[in-house]
T-cell receptor, first 114, second 113 residues
Framework: AQSVSQHNHHVILSEAASLELGCNYSYGGTVNLFWYVQYPGQHLQLLLKYFSGDPLVKGIKGFEAEFIKSKFSFNLRKPSVQWSDTAEYFC????????????FGTGTKLQVIP | EPEVTQTPSHQVTQMGQEVILRCVPISNHLYFYWYRQILGQKVEFLVSFYNNEISEKSEIFDDQFSVERPDGSNFTLKIRSTKLEDSAMYFCATAWGGDQPQHFGDGTRLSIL
């Protein structure tokens, strides 16, 4: 079974600071990787995904993530955060192929201070 | 952008009562999922559903839970006899393909008294 670890539970940054949220997964096979975001009072939204190909994936709102297979990592980055990025961020994984369940990390609450 | 719609947004129920949570998938989606998030905990998978049958379920999804797609549009989660520990946010997710990103609804907050 797959599992996901997010090491930062709560991150506080000032506007314009750079962001990197860590995500590590464990699974013996091929995986799809996702970052979802949940803004206050809203539903989970897909930020970006990795299925195959270029390990550096770009998502919406200036976010990107890099899949490093040797480290089982899929860290989320943004060069300059805005107040509107305040949200909870979830790393997620599912096994490639078929209709596989998504396994979520515990989430990281990001608070951006103006 | 099309969205997954869940109703009600908040359901308050006495322990032991039955509840039905409803989800309207995005129209061309064929794969359906229920997840839940107990307050302060991570999102957990409950069940996946495809071609009118359950394809996978977690250990949480015991005999008290059931899912169906009664009219070809709504996808429902029924909890037969609710317990206090069923209090959580329940998310429906749908995807057009089994290996595609899942789109999540706003969730139903279930409070068991």
């Amino acid at each position: 079974a797959q599992s996901v670890s997010q090491h930062n539970h709560h991150v506080i940054l000032s506007e314009a600071a750079s962001l990197e949220l860590g995500c590590n997964y464990s699974y013996g096979g091929t995986v799809n990787l996702f970052w979802y975001v949940q803004y206050p009072g809203q539903h989970l939204q897909l930020l970006l995904k990795y299925f195959s190909g270029d390990p550096l994936v770009k998502g919406i709102k200036g976010f990107e993530a890099e899949f490093i297979k040797s480290k089982f990592s899929f860290n989320l980055r943004k060069p300059s955060v805005q107040w509107s990025d305040t949200a909870e961020y979830f790393c997620a994984v599912n096994a490639a192929g078929g209709y596989q369940k998504v396994t979520f990390g515990t989430g990281t609450k990001l608070q951006v201070i103006p | 952008e099309p969205e997954v719609t869940q109703t009600p947004s908040h359901q308050v129920t006495q322990m032991g009562q039955e509840v039905i949570l409803r989800c309207v998938p995005i129209s061309n989606h064929l794969y359906f999922y229920w997840y839940r998030q107990i307050l302060g905990q991570k999102v957990e998978f409950l069940v996946s559903f495809y071609n009118n049958e359950i394809s996978e379920k977690s250990e949480i999804f015991d005999d008290q839970f059931s899912v169906e797609r009664p009219d070809g549009s709504n996808f429902t989660l029924k909890i037969r006899s609710t317990k206090l520990e069923d209090s959580a946010m329940y998310f429906c997710a749908t995807a057009w393909g089994g290996d595609q990103p899942q789109h999540f609804g706003d969730g139903t907050r279930l409070s068991i008294l």
